[in-house]
């Protein structure tokens, strides 16, 4: 059986070192998972140490892939559901939410507010307000993670 939580640190930590390689920045998993209370400012799953960060980083993990029909037909898709915390989450530490996912044996996909400005594919999901590209790809958009 699979250990959901050993499961959920294997994606934080390989979404952390793909934000490093990207970004050149030293991104880390925020201690104890995000459970921090909020007056430490740290909610999220990854944050940059000693930096003013952005975002509130939510990094999920699922077996199946979810972006498909379900997100039409599904009373609450998973994708809602995780897009869900990660809103939740930014506003208790006044950071903009930021979602990053993958499936098992899927590239990393990223779920944001901002419309990309580069050309690259990507998702326009109306019903959360959200664009979901790859990773990869919306890095191209140089987005700012930290202050200054």
Known sequence: MVDSRQKGARI??????????????????????????????????????????LFCVEVKGYKDDHINSGLLTHKTPQVAEWWSQAVRQGKQVEKRPLLIFKFDRSKIFVCFQDEPIEEYRHLYYSHLDVYIALLDDWIEDNPKFIKG
Do not use: F, I
């Open 12 to 53: 934080e930590s390989q979404v952390k070192k793909r934000m490093t390689e990207l970004t050149g920045l030293n991104w880390q998993r925020v201690p104890g998972s995000g459970a921090l209370n909020e007056v430490h400012k740290l909610k999220g799953d990854l944050y940059v140490p000693d930096e003013g960060n």
